[in-house]
């Protein structure tokens, strides 16, 4: 069964501060890979996704994600954090038939 | 419009009481999902409906029943639930589920506690 890891399960950074978020997977097959924020009191929101072409992605809000297809990994940073930032990150992988497995998520603390 | 809408916010209920999660749409989309969401812990997969079909159960115990009654709703049935059961429900959609990449979409989610 395919499961997904994220290396960190807090991280507490300043304002301005570099992030990086660590997301693993172990599936041999081709996958799609997924990173969802979950804002304090809000539903789950899709950060940025990929599919296939460019393993440097984009997302919303100055975030991007790496696709290392070697390393099985997707990391996901952002070079300048905000407060708002604050939230719970989670990455998740599509192996087949539409079924997401999510990591053990990453509560991110940004102290103004 | 990407918004998956679900009601009710918050459910008490005891362990010999029948209610249901109600998850609505109107993207167009043609798959739903349900997730069940302990504290401090992922979304797990529980079902997936493809165009009103039921393609997936992930071992979900009998006590929870799914229903698709039509494209744009997706329904849980509870009974006779477990306090092991407090937890958020979270229902999703994305464009068809039959496999090929897509993106599923998350409603706000149901807070269940089961006393």
């Known amino acids: 069964a395919q499961s997904v890891s994220q290396h960190n399960h807090h991280v507490i950074l300043s304002e301005a501060a570099s992030l990086e978020l660590g997301c693993n997977y172990s599936?041999?097959?081709?996958?799609?890979l997924f990173w969802y924020v979950q804002y304090p009191g809000q539903h789950l929101q899709l950060l940025l996704k990929y599919f296939s072409g460019d393993p440097l992605v984009k997302g919303i809000k100055g975030f991007e994600a790496e696709f290392i297809k070697s390393k099985f990994s997707f990391n996901l940073r952002k070079p300048s954090v905000q407060w708002s930032d604050t939230a719970e990150y989670f990455c998740?992988?599509?192996?087949?038939?539409?079924?997401?497995?999510f990591g053990g998520g990453t509560r991110v603390l940004v102290k103004p | 419009d990407t918004e998956v809408t679900q009601t009710p916010k918050h459910l008490v209920m005891g362990m010999t009481n029948k209610k249901s999660l109600k998850c609505e749409q109107h993207?167009?989309?043609?798959?739903m999902y349900w997730y069940k969401q302990k504290a401090k812990k992922p979304p797990e997969l529980m079902f997936v409906?493809?165009?009103?079909?039921?393609?997936i159960n992930e071992s979900v115990p009998s006590r929870f029943s799914p229903e698709c009654p039509n494209s744009s709703l997706l329904n849980l049935h509870l009974h006779a639930l477990q306090p092991e059961d407090s937890a958020l429900y979270l229902c999703?959609?994305?464009?068809?589920?039959?496999?090929?990449?897509?993106?599923?979409?998350f409603g706000p989610g149901t807070r269940l506690l089961v006393l």
């Open positions: 998740a992988v599509e192996a087949a038939g539409n079924k997401l497995t």
């Open positions: 999703a959609s994305s464009q068809e589920g039959r496999g090929l990449p897509e993106t599923q979409y």
């Open positions: 993207m167009g989309h043609r798959a």
């Open positions: 599936y041999g097959g081709t996958v799609n």
């Open positions: 409906y493809s165009y009103e079909k039921l393609s």
